[in-house]
């Protein structure tokens, strides 16, 4: 049974950091893209970052390019997003997903198979 696992949200002022973690058990995910998306009040969820875990190639929403780092630890099978520059609009439950269909760029929800709980992310400005 496939369990993605996040941990690191909380409340930071605005500029600050904050790293969220994502692990995964269950299976092999070696052929996943895994991604975190967030879903703020009212809104839709919305794609911020994925990453291939074999190779590693990233991919990120315009929104959080530049702010935002996506990354994994094999040994680990955990994949974490670094946030800096955090502003209010940022504010939201993040979700980790992953999906063993496809690979690169994949934004949409329906394309990831396995989601996480979610951790919440609160900027105060």
């Known amino acids: 049974q496939v369990q993605l696992v996040e941990s690191g949200g909380g409340l930071v002022q605005a500029g600050g950091s904050l790293r969220l973690s994502c692990t995964a058990s269950?299976?092999?995910?070696?052929?996943?893209?895994m991604a975190w998306f967030r879903q703020a009040p009212g809104k839709e969820r919305e794609f911020v970052a994925s990453?291939?875990?074999?190779?590693?190639?990233?991919y990120y929403a315009d929104s959080v390019q530049g702010r935002f780092t996506i990354s994994r630890d094999n040994a680990k099978n955990t994949v974490y997003l670094q946030m800096n520059s955090l502003k209010p609009e940022d504010t939201a439950l993040y979700y980790c997903?992953?999906?063993?269909?496809?690979?690169?760029?994949?934004?949409?929800?329906?394309?990831?198979?396995?989601w996480g709980q979610g951790t919440q992310v609160t900027v105060s400005s």
């Open positions: 997903a992953t999906t063993g269909r496809r690979r690169g760029r994949v934004t949409k929800t329906d394309d990831y198979d396995y």
């Open positions: 269950g299976r092999t995910f070696s052929r996943d893209t």
């Open positions: 990453i291939t875990w074999s190779v590693g190639n990233t």
